[in-house]
């Protein structure tokens, strides 16, 4: 069976991570797979936005050790991985993840990678990196300070110490808690919500977002007056103001 297994309804992918004998360890071909079904997935018109989940008991225990131990400098300097993570980051439209059980190391960096964590009552999240004698190499240390704030981003990369979900939730990890049987349930549900939206102002809001992620506030500003601007060029954005005046749901094109 695949260790990638993906799923459409209505206008959400789920993509289902399925190594479960390695607890879902992101080898390089399970993330080339996540890379090619979200390029895939960008070109198609019917998906208007993704949800990557794991199983009930864990999301993905980080990068395949067995994978990397055999990786010394040189190679690790040609790893094809950072490429890898850029093509996942590339995704335009939005991106969510569906969190129960352990999100360990690049599972936690695959979570903070995505535009919207929704967790179970028994996830975890961690960077458990320096116990092993190294330290998060896929945006670990960079998004999660920015994420949480410095307090928690020193304490949980220097411990390596794993933090839970409602703690997740008050440092704002997390939008949302729910119990794991339910966690993918709600986070499609917020996903099709999300992707009744026009697909152009959902792109140009999670560029803009992005940003202010990237970048200082000012050229922040700059670019989300620009994509502002250019979304008034769509038919959608016409469309959107027209049933609303109108009292009737909007039909979004796309254009
Ligand atoms: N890689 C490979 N195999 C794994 C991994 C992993 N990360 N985690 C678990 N497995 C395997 C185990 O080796 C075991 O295999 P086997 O049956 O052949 O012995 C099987 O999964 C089951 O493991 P456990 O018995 O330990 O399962 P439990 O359910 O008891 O525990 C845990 C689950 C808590 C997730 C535990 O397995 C664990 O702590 N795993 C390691 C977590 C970890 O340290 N993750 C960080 C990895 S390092 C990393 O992600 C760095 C990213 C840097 C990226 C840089 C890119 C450029």
């Not at 309804?9 to 979200?38: C, D, F, H, K, M």
């Not at 335009?92 to 360990?104: E, R, S």
């Not at 997740?168 to 993918?184: F, I, M, N, W, Y």
């Not at 007056?225 to 954005?237: I, M, N, S, Y």
């Amino acid at each position: 069976m695949s260790e990638l297994l993906s799923q459409q309804s209505g206008r959400v992918l789920t993509l289902t991570l399925n190594r479960p004998q390695a607890r879902n360890a992101l080898n390089n071909a399970l993330l080339t797979q996540i890379a090619e079904a979200l390029e895939a997935a960008q070109q198609d018109e019917s998906i208007g936005a993704v949800v990557i989940t794991g199983n009930e008991r864990f999301f993905a225990a980080g990068a395949d050790l067995k994978e990397m131990a055999s990786r010394d400098m040189p190679a690790t300097l040609n790893d094809p991985r950072p490429q890898l993570w850029a093509r996942i980051e590339r995704f335009p439209k939005p991106l969510m993840t569906a969190v129960n059980g352990y999100a360990l190391g690049a599972g936690c960096e695959l979570a903070l990678l995505s535009d919207i964590i929704v967790a179970g009552d028994n996830a975890r999240f961690g960077l458990p990196e320096i116990m092993l004698g190294i330290m998060p190499g896929a945006g670990g240390t960079q998004r999660l300070i920015r994420s949480v704030g410095k307090a928690l981003a020193y304490r949980m990369v220097l411990s390596g110490e794993a933090i839970d979900a409602p703690q997740a939730l008050r440092a704002g990890l997390v939008a949302e808690v729910h119990p794991a049987a339910l966690t993918l349930e709600y986070a499609q549900k917020l996903a099709a919500s999300i992707a009744r939206h026009a697909p152009l102002a959902l792109q140009a809001a999670k560029n803009a977002l992005q940003q202010a992620q990237n970048t200082g506030l000012s050229q922040g500003l700059l670019q989300e007056r620009q994509l502002f601007t250019l979304l008034a060029a769509t038919e959608d954005r016409q469309e959107g103001i027209a049933a609303f005046l109108e009292k009737r749901p909007a039909e979004f094109k796309g254009r």
